[in-house]
């Protein structure tokens, strides 16, 4: 089942009664289904479905012809569930206070559980089957070509599949290791010490997560320091709590890729998306040599803050004030149509016929649910867009970003195959900040005003900062943590903040006089939740970094770069992530896409520096 594609909570204003928003904002779930009785119908014929793919149980290598019945009747009825599931998902989602909806989820998830327990026999029992045999099937029966990726990923996957008790062994190990980042995620929120600060304003706050982000920002540097240093300093005192919590979750993930037989814990978390550790790797060297940009936007910023020294704790001051910049949800959709133009007459038409066809649901109403997603799984469908729209730059940003994801979907449902229909996050984010991108390349064409530009190129640079610099210093700092459990190393709440600050300092140019990275940020690292989630932060500076080389390769006309890009949304999983990116024209393992983007960087901060001077002649 795909997984939606979910994004921040935004704060709203007022917030109507669903009713009260017109039809034109709100999603039409007829689309999936008229009723909640004809979901009820489809469901109950689904659980009855389930003991027909389960009849193959011990029959899939009788033949090609059974291999292939068995396959249609598994996918069939995996393409139901998404459609069951997202009706559900979405209804309740309208509004989370209404009992009965939320039953819907809990009735499609609970059948959902039976349908995996009853077909969990299909990857065991083709990968005890001879590669030979189901290679004779898939030349022999054009049926099965739909399914190829399919099994050519359980082929790839045999050396890692381990025997049926081995198996269940694992699983069973689950719920236990699942509770050390439960411990962590209970003990942040709702155990810590959170401390308290008196601001220069005189108010006390406490610390929270939520209040710290919060005043991280303030215009004043005293404050910055003072929320900075005493929030970090708290989570010191207890650096070796969480670091004895994340050294038993290094362990686990030690523990599962030996038991699977991967080369270390890296390899093991890649092997999913079938991505080569030596795009881990290049990332962490192109990210290094490109620290110079970095340096050069810090540098800036300092002199934009008017400050002599810049500090780690002045990293989240805005480059200038907001500035107030607001559109209605016509405005917003005319703008990204424009935007988008460069990709041509049939994205946008398809584009447009989404926006006039009620596939996303705007306004913030009583009990519908925070933040923002789109939802592709529904094959037979369309995709659908949840919003909260408050009529800002970043309810602006969110809507581009979710129609990327949206037309992703869109093409590659009506490209591929149902099997071949679901897509990696590895290019997922590819698509929607591409769009971001092209948007912001159109707001900047448009807009005279020197601060609603500055305000612009400050919020670009900022996300570069935070998605690629910031990210890949997570993701070396991860891989370090895991080669030295790999290697038996003894790691302790204090080896870990040496670590962290040693790696920080390099990524911000402590040493050469470019950011102050203070003693305190050592212990940053302990309120991090990413690095429980196994070498997954990475993704999100590769999608940006390969996304603004496909984007500068569109704005600049380059021959054949939109037909390739648009290619790759059509792709779904017919061919690996990493084979769809290079089919974009970009070699995942050379400098190409890093210098494309580094240049967008620079040109940024051109821009600023042009503006600046001018604002001051």
Known sequence: MRQFLFEPDTPTASVPERADVAEQYRWN????????EAWKTQKDAAAAEIQEVAAFKGRLTESAAVLAAALRRYFDLAKTFNHLYSFAHQSADEDVRIAERQGLVQEIQALNTVFGEQTAFIAPELTAAAPELLNAYLAQTPELEEFRMFLKEIERNRPHTLSEPEEKLLAGVGDIIGAVEQVFTIFENAEFPFPSVTLSTGEVVTLTASNYLKHRVSSVPQDRQLVMSRFFETFGTFKNTFGANLVAKLKSDFFYAKSRKHASCLHAALHHDNIPVSVYENLIAQIRRSLPTLHRFLDLKRRMLKLDTLHYCDLYAPLVSDVDLTYSVEEAQEIILTALQPLGTAYIERLRHGLNNRWIDYMPTAGKRSGAYSNGAAYNAHPYILMNWNGNYDSLGTLAHEIGHTMHSDLTNHAQPFANANYSIFVAEIASTFNEQLVDHHLMQQIQDTNAKLYLLGHYLEGFRGTIFRQVQFAEFEWEIHKKIEAGEALTGESLSELYWNITKAYYGHDQGVCVVDPYVAHEWAFIPHFYYNFYVFQYATSLIYSTALSEKTLRGEPGAVE??????????AN??????????????????????????????????????????
Do not use: W
Request: hydrophobic content about 40%; some cysteine.
């Open 564 to 573: 390739k890009y648009l290619r790759m949304l059509q792709s779904g999983c």
């Open 29 to 36: 779930l007829a689309d999936l289904y008229p009723s909640v």
């Open 576 to 617: 690996c992530p990493i084979e769809l990116i290079r089919e974009t024209g970009i070699e995942p393992l050379s400098s190409e896409a890093f210098d494309l983007a580094m240049q967008r960087i620079n040109g940024m901060i051109d821009q600023i520096e042009v503006l600046v001077a001018s604002s001051r002649s």
